[in-house]
């Protein structure tokens, strides 16, 4: 189990590598080192400013934003949520100034774009330096599908039965492009028009695409970014968060409503327009990064290292067989698919829930009170609620004409290890209550 959670993780100023499938025509290795060398800002990876706080066992300080002050006020307790920190409570950096709280670009962007929320900011004092190992949720498809064997009895036989149908069904619909991602990523290149449409074409019948194409094209713009804005954000050891967040916007209508990766999906043409609209002459390289990029991390977060990606194929797999073959790409399957069935609000803390206790446990194991997103550090942190040794103060804040936060009023607050409930994760629900990603898309066009 410790394992299964270590591989999740990222360290991105340690140069050890992951395990992956045989195969494959270039390692985690030459990634990481493409990657941290090889682009204009890629020194970030490692020396960010986030990272460089946490190593330092500095004081952090962290915002977040909220539409529930008065039920935090009057319960007097602050719950995790899921997402990408998979249970921690989502926040943003702060660095402190003479004149107030200087909040990271991503933060700012909450702020500016949030209007209707109230900020809180968090100091906390760590009990030593924090590691610099990042979750990454790409990486969590085995946990998914331990947790689902674990309780499957949480399920009726109806609810398992499709659950595991609708599975199968995606992925032999899928079967062909994901053959065309493993061929490419043990060095068999498609056209890279084609591949880009291929992909886009996919998406709707395997929604996980969605969110590996969205992660793989945010990856791109941060490091490749020369603007003179993403320049600034450089020299505060910040990666530039507007990036990702104009491509999301621009590519699917309603995402600033619903922040759903599983309708992600430009076309090559579409693609290219929407980059050079970010940043003038990006556009050139974007396709061929992608098809190389993406097709190198879904063979590794697809496959057990055990394959060979070079001669596996899902065609006519079933679901056994795809347990010990290809448990991470079946287990992130799996929890996508939970989340379309009818009883998901009540099956949702029994499923989740279950996952929280495990991460809180790894996190204080590592001595990690400050989990963040590590598939690229840009400035998702989170607060682990059950973490025993950081003592940590929780202010109400104001925003000044500089956009500096400044503390105003000290809350009597703790925080449990749970998880909020589903309907108080506004972020992951669309207006009629439903999780992100419910649509049932199986065909493909």
Same mark, same amino acid.
């Given at each position: ?67 529930? #002050? ?13 997402? &990408? ?5 989502? &926040? ?39 590691? /610099? ?73 395997? /929604? ?183 003592? &940590? ?50 065909? #493909?066009?």
């Amino acid at each position: 189990m410790h394992s299964e959670w270590d591989n999740a993780h990222t360290d991105h100023t340690d140069s050890a590598a992951r395990p992956g499938p045989s195969g494959l025509a270039e390692t985690e290795a030459d990634w990481r080192r493409q990657l941290e060398h090889e682009t204009p800002n890629g020194w970030l990876l490692s020396g960010n400013a986030m990272t460089e706080t946490l190593v330092a066992g500095r004081r952090i300080h962290l915002m977040h934003t909220t539409v529930a #002050l008065d039920a935090i006020r009057s319960s007097g307790h602050l719950y995790a949520s899921t997402g &990408c920190l998979v249970a921690a409570l989502y &926040c943003a950096p702060l660095t402190p100034e003479p004149a107030g709280l200087r909040p990271h670009n991503l933060g700012t962007y909450l702020l500016e774009t949030k209007k209707h929320t109230r900020t809180l900011v968090f100091e906390m004092t760590p009990d030593a330096p924090v590691p /610099p190992k990042g979750i990454d949720y790409l990486r969590l498809g085995a946990i998914h599908l331990r947790t689902y064997l674990t309780h499957r009895s949480f399920l009726t036989d109806r609810e398992d039965t499709q659950l595991r149908r609708a599975v199968l069904d995606r992925l032999q619909a899928a079967a062909p492009f994901l053959g065309t991602l493993l061929a490419n990523a043990a060095g068999t290149p498609t056209p890279e028009a084609e591949f880009i449409d291929r992909l886009a074409a996919t998406v709707p019948a395997f /929604p996980f695409l969605g969110y590996l194409y969205f992660e793989v094209l945010s990856e791109y713009l941060m490091l490749h970014s020369t603007a003179p804005e993403t320049k600034a954000y450089a020299e505060l050891g910040e990666m530039n968060n507007h990036l990702y967040k104009r491509l999301a916007f621009s590519a699917v209508q309603g995402m600033d409503k619903l922040f759903d990766l599983s309708r992600f999906n430009p076309g090559h043409d579409r693609l290219l327009q929407l980059v050079e609209r970010i940043e003038a002459g990006l556009g050139s390289g974007v396709a061929r990064y992608t098809r190389r990029r993406l097709s190198h991390l879904f063979a590794c977060v697809a496959l057990d290292p055990r394959q060979d990606a070079a001669s596996f194929t899902f065609r006519g797999a079933d679901f056994d067989m795809l347990t010990a073959t290809a448990p991470h790409l079946l287990g992130q399957l799996v929890f996508r698919e939970m989340r379309i069935i009818v009883r998901y609000p009540q099956l949702y803390l029994a499923f989740e829930q279950a996952k929280a206790l495990e991460a809180w446990n790894y996190w204080n194991a590592e001595g990690i009170p400050t989990p963040f997103n590590g598939t690229i550090p840009k400035g998702e942190i989170g607060i682990n609620p059950a973490y025993p040794r950081s003592p &940590c103060t929780v202010w109400t804040a104001e925003t000044c004409e500089r956009g500096l936060l400044h503390p105003v009023e000290q809350l009597d607050l703790a925080f449990l290890p749970r998880l909020a409930e589903l309907g108080m994760t506004a972020m992951r629900r669309d207006d009629t209550g439903k999780a992100a990603g419910h649509l049932r898309r199986t065909a #493909l066009s």
